[in-house]
Nanobody, 118 residues
Framework: QVQLVESGGGSVQPGGLLRLACAAS????????MGWYRQAPGKQRELVANITTGGTTNYADSVKGRFPSSRDDAKNTVYLQMNSLKPEDTAVYYCKADVLPYRGTSYWGQGTQVTVSS
């Protein structure tokens, strides 16, 4: 079992920034595809970004250019730098770990609230 713990959420004004971190309790962290998802009230959970074991990133169009993601395998941690935040970025943000090679095993964090409001 892998535990994922997100941190860094909070409330900011539009245009502000936050940095989310997701720490994993797994020695094989470097073998996981890591993803960031978000779920706004009344909406489905959606992919924000993911980052492969080699560090290749993929972003939703809505955050491309604003939310770079990175990982530090030595610290078992993945990051989401959230810049130029907009009210529509308000959601609970979750990190997810897909065990590779993928055979259906994934783990989710508990989520962290991000609120963007003036």
């Amino acid at each position: 079992q892998v535990q994922l713990v997100e941190s860094g959420g909070g409330s900011v004004q539009p245009g502000g920034l936050l940095r989310l971190a997701c720490a994993a309790s797994a020695s094989s962290f470097s073998l996981y595809l890591m993803g960031w998802y978000r779920q706004a009230p009344g909406k489905q959970r959606e992919l924000v970004a993911n980052i492969t074991t080699g560090g290749t990133t993929n972003y939703a169009d809505s955050v491309k250019g604003r939310f770079p993601s990175s990982r530090d395998d030595a610290k078992n941690t993945v990051y989401l730098q959230m810049n130029s935040l907009k009210p529509e970025d308000t959601a609970v943000y979750y990190c997810k770990a897909d065990v590779l090679p993928y055979r259906g095993t994934s783990y989710w964090g508990q989520g962290t609230q991000v609120t963007v409001s003036s």
